[in-house]
């Protein structure tokens, strides 16, 4: 799949950002882009080992 970034997702390169908008965190355009980017993009991403999450419901962060 080839998402493309909906201009009103984009920072602007002109303005100097130094927090991430609230916005971005609960927006489901956003969590659609990151599913379809990273989680099932063309590569491959290393999360976590299975050791590292020894029963179901268990979670990993870094």
């Known amino acids: 799949m080839n998402a493309i970034t909906p ?3 984009k920072w602007s390169a002109d303005e ?6 609230y916005s ?3 927006d489901q355009e956003v ?4 599913q379809a980017r990273i989680y099932n993009g063309p ?13 179901k419901g268990s979670f990993k962060s870094t």
């Open 24 to 26: 971005v965190f609960n």
């Open 16 to 21: 100097s950002h130094t927090s991430v908008p």
């Open 7 to 9: 201009p009103h997702l």
């Open 31 to 34: 969590y659609d882009l990151e």
């Open 43 to 55: 590569t491959w991403n290393f999360l976590a080992a299975d050791a590292e999450l020894p029963e």
